[in-house]
């Protein structure tokens, strides 16, 4: 089981050593370009690190689009030393749970985006019952889950 938590003072230079595997660059930015982004968008997102055992092994950013209106999971990675343990579906689990609380505002969907061509990504993600509704963001398809 993993915890969600919110990326601080304290801990947000541990999410800087977060690693990739090999390839994985062109499916999610790194931590230190969400976290910018995450400053500009202060006001409607909650950037986390995810932890096992005390230790951040993962990231990920939960953004409210005021405009549609709906929550949005951007850059969510498991370090590469990491993956394969169950942290994605675990960490995914919580991200919807905290998004089930509204903390931003109402919204009855939560979206994302994933790679083409990222098969593992996209298997985690339907099982989560995230559809794919026909939209594209450069290479990437938009998934949908309907809360």
């Excluded at 409607?44 to 932890?51: L, S, T, V």
Aim: net charge negative.
């Amino acid at each position: 089981m993993v915890e969600l938590r919110a990326i601080a003072e304290d801990n947000f230079i541990d999410a800087f050593h977060l690693k990739l595997a090999p390839g994985q660059e062109h499916f999610v930015s790194h931590p230190i370009r969400s976290l910018a982004q995450a400053y500009v968008y202060r006001e409607q997102c909650q950037p986390f690190g995810i932890y096992a055992k005390r230790k951040m092994v993962g990231y990920v950013m939960v953004i409210y689009d005021y405009d549609v209106p709906e929550y949005d999971i951007w850059h969510m990675m498991i370090d590469e030393s990491m993956q394969g343990q169950g942290y994605g579906g675990d960490a995914l689990e919580q991200v919807i749970r905290y998004i089930r609380t509204k903390p931003f505002g109402t919204s009855g969907r939560v979206a994302l985006t994933c790679h083409k061509s990222n098969s593992v990504a996209k298997k985690l993600y339907h099982s989560f019952g995230f559809v794919e509704n026909g939209e594209m963001d450069g290479d990437e398809v938009v998934a949908v889950l309907k809360l």
